[in-house]
């Protein structure tokens, strides 16, 4: 399985952003997706998950903000985020769960700064 990120910028505080991730490969494997994001010299923390039959799970720093979503059919996965905070500044990460195996897209930055 293959991920492909996009959709990282620099935004000011309070501005959307929207990333995008398409899987490639072995999809049908595939049950839930989801994105992560790290700063450096920081652990990866989650920011969102969803299943394969659309329950998603979000973290607690970005509830209420953020929104996960996927197109089955396409084996894409969205993440929208409003109201962006300097704190969400972090390289974000796609992955797929397959299995017992998580596969991880490449990350793409976003800065939140005035």
């Known amino acids: 399985v293959q991920l492909q990120a996009s959709g990282g910028g620099l935004v000011q505080p309070g501005d959307s952003l929207r990333l995008s991730c398409a899987a490639s490969?072995?999809?049908?494997?595939?049950?839930?997706m989801g994105w992560y994001r790290q700063v450096l010299g920081k652990q990866r923390e989650m920011v969102a998950r969803?299943?394969?039959?659309?329950?998603?799970n979000y973290g607690d720093s970005v509830k209420g903000r953020f929104t996960i979503s996927r197109d089955n059919a396409k084996n894409t996965v969205t993440l929208q985020m409003n109201g962006l905070k300097p704190e969400d500044t972090a390289v974000y990460y796609c992955?797929?769960?397959?299995?017992?195996?998580?596969?991880w897209g490449q990350g793409t930055q976003v800065t939140v700064s005035s």
């Open positions: 992955c797929a769960f397959w299995g017992s195996t998580t596969y």
């Open positions: 969803i299943s394969r039959g659309g329950s998603s």
């Open positions: 490969g072995s999809t049908l494997g595939i049950n839930g």
